[in-house]
């Protein structure tokens, strides 16, 4: 199982129904809230209980756009390699592997920080978490389809919340990636 979860903050939806492209651009170029993927029951990045109190779910702040254009990079370099870590953008060490075989990935949570060199969110060389210690889940199996129509499909979902919210706002330079990949 894998699967995405996000929720951009409430009061955030209201200020972003009043920008412009240019102040977004200049100002916000980032859209806020709870993300996390969910991978065979555990959450890669920590995400909070429901019914809590929105001052208490901004401790669980996320980078949603960063996160989506992040894991449309993956979905693309599936195609041409068979590892790929990707980078947790909130602390220094943890990784989500990805390691391909035929239509299966398995995915791993590695713990592991990695120096100057590696200037990337995204790996695809094993050779740099070779040792790395494993997280709360190792080798779990998911279908490569459903973890690219996973991706795909809330990327798309994503998009029509920011459109319906002030669609302005996707003529940013900030969403450019993604939407020339959701094409």
């Known amino acids: 199982m894998f699967e995405i979860k996000y929720e ?16 977004f651009d ?12 969910n991978v065979g029951g555990h959450n890669f990045i920590p995400y909070p209980p429901d019914n809590i109190p929105l001052s208490t779910k901004r ?8 996160h989506f254009k992040l ?19 909130e602390n220094n060490s943890s990784w ?6 035929n239509d299966l990935i398995k ?13 990337s969110l995204i790996c695809i060389e094993d050779k740099f978490l070779r040792g790395a210690m494993y997280g709360s889940f190792h080798d779990i199996p998911i279908i490569k389809e459903q973890f690219t129509n996973e991706i795909n499909n809330k990327t798309k979902m994503f ?6 919210i002030n669609p302005i706002i996707l003529k940013s330079i900030f969403f450019k990636s993604l ?3 959701q094409g």
């Not at 903050?9 to 102040?23: G, N, P, S």
């Not at 200049?26 to 993927?37: D, P, S």
């Not at 998009?159 to 319906?164: L, P």
């Open 179 to 181: 939407l020339e990949r």
């Open 8 to 23: 951009i903050f409430e009061d955030d939806v209201d200020e972003l129904r009043e920008l412009d492209v240019l102040t």
């Open 96 to 101: 989500l592997e990805l390691k391909i075989k």
């Open 71 to 89: 894991l449309n990079d993956v979905v693309t370099l599936l195609d041409y390699h068979n590892y790929i870590a990707l980078k947790y953008i």
């Open 59 to 66: 401790i669980y702040s996320e980078l949603i756009l960063t």
């Open 26 to 37: 200049k100002e916000y170029n980032q859209i806020y809230g709870l993300f996390t993927l």
């Open 159 to 164: 998009i029509e919340e920011i459109k319906s």
């Open 107 to 119: 995915v791993t949570k590695r713990d592991c920080e990695i120096g100057s060199s590696l200037n």
